[in-house]
């Protein structure tokens, strides 16, 4: 049977940035198993922020090419309400810079690194069962693309599988462990479209017919959200009706939505959950699979690397220094960084997001907190220090 030091589930985020990272930085092997196909990796279509430190740590170990080449990197964002712009200037108040490139494109990155490196990805391939955790060594339990049933020993598991992993309740089923939830009264219908760029920086929409988003891909790609109601279907969002509430929401006398060919549409849904704590033994959760986030900032994908900018080191210390202290300690570093993006997650949506039917009160307070911190340097400073991310934490080992 084979043996590596580290067993990966889930090619996402959290798996292929811990699996370079452990390659990388410390040259230890790993395996990582995906239950999709690399088409669909590689293809499925999700947000596209990356914080400065996601951007430094793709520099840093030697993926940034692509993403410095193609990705629209930004000085500033916009928020408006009813159309009344105000620029924060990310650069200016933080001497930091947004990124606006595709998760599918970083997994990209990072999975022809992986490939690069000599190092296995086993696409297409179902975990069913994870065991020893508790003890000196965990097994694997997996079924191969062609139905063959195998398995695998290693010294740690991570599951970075997403938000309905399988292995999530085997930690939350433990005495203490809390699971915390939060559903919004709101989702956002979000569309790709064949247009020029409506402006180079993203604009964050406030106004009375709901929440819209301006963000893009390429020159000729622009993707668009509208705040919709969680109940909504595809097939209630005509292009007509798409057009009307984008132009109602955002465009202005100098500024107009790009229009286009429509050739993606999907519901997003709005919730957040957090983990704690995220390890069990020899088994560690990171990224969705310890936590959602809504998509307001986009935090989703950073705070998965952020999750293995600590279980990196600590997997390295552990394995070539037999010393478990950092990964002992990995959920109480982890789970305070977790809840600060929750935070400013829940933060930002609320006050740009109108909840309909909600009190009159608390439409005009959640604007005019808005207005208080669109009005202050200090308001936007601390936007933008949030928005760019904080640092990602660094370890010795
Ligand atoms: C995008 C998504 C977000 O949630 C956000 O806050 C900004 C941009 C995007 O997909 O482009």
């Keep these: 049977m084979t043996h590596t030091p580290v067993a990966i589930i889930g090619a996402g985020p959290a798996g292929l940035t811990l699996a370079h990272l452990l390659h990388h930085n410390y040259g230890i092997e790993s395996v990582i198993f995906e239950s999709r196909s690399r088409a669909d990796v590689e293809e499925t279509v999700r947000a596209g922020v990356l914080e400065q430190g996601t951007m430094n740590l793709m520099r840093e170990t030697g993926v940034g090419e692509r993403m410095d080449a193609e990705a629209d990197i930004d000085d500033a964002i916009e928020l408006a309400i009813d159309g009344e712009r105000t620029r924060i200037d990310l650069a200016g108040l933080t001497g930091h810079h947004m990124a606006v490139y595709p998760q599918h494109e970083y997994l990209k990155d990072f999975i022809a690194a992986r490939l690069a490196a000599g190092q296995t990805i086993h696409f297409e391939t179902e975990v069913t069962d994870v065991a020893g955790y508790d003890g000196d060594q965990v097994t694997v339990f997996y079924t191969t693309k062609d139905g063959q049933e195998q398995q695998l020993t290693a010294d740690y598991v991570m599951a970075g599988d997403g938000s309905a992993s399988p292995r999530r309740a085997l930690i939350t089923e433990l005495p203490g462990a809390v ?51 969680p109940e909504d279907t595809v097939d209630m969002w005509s292009d007509e009706r798409i057009w009307e509430e ?84 990995y959920s109480s570093l982890a789970v305070p960084r977790v809840w600060k993006a929750q935070h400013f997650s829940y933060w930002m949506s609320s006050m740009l997001h109108t909840v309909p039917g909600q009190e009159y009160f608390q439409t005009e307070r959640s604007r005019a907190e808005l207005r208080s911190v669109l009005s202050t340097e200090a308001g936007r400073t601390y936007l933008a220090q949030q928005y760019v991310g904080l640092d990602l934490p660094k370890f010795e080992v």
């Design 179 to 229: 699971r915390a939830r939060h559903e919004y009264p709101y989702a956002w219908f979000g569309i790709l479209v064949h247009a020029p760029q409506t402006q180079k920086e993203l604009i964050y929409a406030n106004s009375e017919h709901g929440f819209a988003l301006i963000s893009t891909r390429t020159p000729e790609i622009q993707r668009y959200y509208l705040q919709c109601n």
């Design 246 to 329: 984008l132009h109602k929401r955002v465009s202005t006398d100098d500024l107009r939505v790009a229009e286009g060919e429509i050739f993606d549409k999907a519901v997003l849904r709005f919730r957040s959950a957090v983990t704690d704590p995220m390890q069990r033994g020899r088994l560690f959760l990171a990224g969705d699979a310890a936590h959602t986030v809504p998509p307001t900032g986009a935090k989703g994908l950073n705070l998965a690397v952020a999750d293995v900018s600590v279980l990196a080191p600590a997997l390295a210390r552990a394995i070539k220094k037999n010393n478990t202290d950092l990964l002992d300690a």
